[in-house]
DNA sequence: AAGGATCTCAACCGCTAGCGT
DNA sequence: AACGCTAGCGGTTGAGATCCT
């Protein structure tokens, strides 16, 4: 009954890694890149189990992982894409290069979940929490489920399903469905249909948009310019030739 | 100095989406 | 359509570090 193991349980190592098995695996992937995990291990000549490897390996090994303290920036930048996304931490990380999901899962739950309680806010909802501690206007609410929010129907930003593979460009990513279920014709501000395909940049030259299916930096959707939260250079110039508009921080007392 | 409490974060576990057969 | 396999995701755990009494 139930499925089969992973890996065989008996002949790997768990715990810690120590720095041979590091060597062993940063060796393996920069001769032969990522692959198939499951294999991994054996040729590379490790006791770890595939999974394991790629956990250390995208946690901990990777060269283009950044490290050390999060910036206010990054900080506010993940309070709004989980006000945005909910619990999708791969998603978050991919709009933070060099964080992983696992890091920002941990620095939310240690350090984000306290500063959003001590603003009085309610961390899972992102709304004020009341005298009780119970969040306002949001009974039924629940955590999984991402807040919709309100973007003005010309600032149509492509999100699906699945994160892209790599640490996110925020710049420059052609979107592959071109977004166009979002606004409505009348232009009136609205939810949009969430596509959480968020690499998405300004609109390729041979894709034109009608102002419905315009993209928008995510950064810059949410109200950051510059800074290490958002690696977007061309927004400036991009908004101004394709309209893009830019959306201001949240004041104090305003909700995602 | 000791030891208990709390915090941090690397790693594990179980589940699921996606793909091939 | 059903099944099996794999990669990837999110929740949870636990060891080590740090703080507090």
């Known amino acids: 009954m139930g499925r089969s193991p992973c890996c065989e349980k008996e002949h790997t190592n768990k715990g810690a890694w120590t720095k041979e098995e590091d060597q062993r695996l940063t060796a393996y992937i920069?001769?032969?890149g990522e692959g198939c995990w499951r294999s991994l291990p054996r040729s590379a000549g490790l006791l770890r189990c595939g999974?394991?490897?790629?956990?250390?390996?995208?946690?901990?090994?990777?060269?283009?992982?950044?490290?050390?303290?999060?910036?206010?920036?990054?900080?506010?930048?993940?309070?709004?894409?989980?006000?945005?996304?909910?619990?999708?931490?791969?998603?978050?990380?991919?709009?933070?290069?060099?964080?992983?999901?696992?890091?920002?899962?941990?620095?939310?739950?240690?350090?984000?979940?306290?500063k959003l309680l001590s603003r009085g806010?309610?961390?899972?909802t992102h709304r004020p929490l009341t005298a009780d501690g119970a969040s306002a206007n949001a009974p039924s609410y629940r955590p999984a489920q991402p807040q919709p929010i309100a973007v003005p129907a010309r600032a149509l930003f492509a999100l699906t399903t699945k994160a892209p593979?790599?640490?996110?460009?925020?710049?420059?990513s052609p979107s592959s469905d071109g977004g166009s279920s979002g606004a409505t014709s009348t232009g009136e501000p609205r939810c949009p249909d969430?596509?959480?395909?968020?690499?998405?940049?300004?609109?390729?030259?041979?894709?034109?948009?009608?102002?419905?299916?315009?993209?928008v930096c995510?950064?810059?959707?949410?109200?950051?310019?510059?800074?290490?939260?958002?690696?977007c250079r061309q927004a400036d110039s991009a908004a101004s030739q394709s309209g893009f508009r830019f959306f201001r921080p949240l004041e104090e007392g305003q909700y995602i």
């Not at 303290?69 to 998603?91: A, M, P, Q, V, Y």
């Not at 806010?121 to 899972?124: E, G, L, R, T, Y």
């Not at 995510?218 to 690696?231: E, I, Q, V, W």
């Open 30 to 32: 920069r001769a032969n």
């Open 51 to 114: 999974k394991s490897c790629r956990l250390r390996w995208m946690n901990y090994l990777r060269p283009d992982l950044k490290r050390g303290n999060f910036t206010d920036d990054e900080d506010e930048l993940i309070i709004r894409l989980h006000g945005l996304l909910g619990n999708k931490w791969s998603l978050i990380a991919g709009q933070l290069p060099g964080r992983t999901d696992n890091e920002i899962k941990n620095y939310w739950n240690t350090h984000i979940k306290r």
């Open 121 to 124: 806010m309610d961390p899972s």
């Open 165 to 172: 593979p790599s640490p996110a460009p925020v710049q420059s």
């Open 194 to 215: 969430l596509n959480l395909d968020l690499s998405v940049g300004p609109p390729a030259a041979d894709t034109p948009t009608s102002h419905s299916q315009q993209t």
């Open 218 to 231: 995510l950064c810059h959707h949410l109200g950051f310019r510059g800074g290490d939260a958002c690696s």
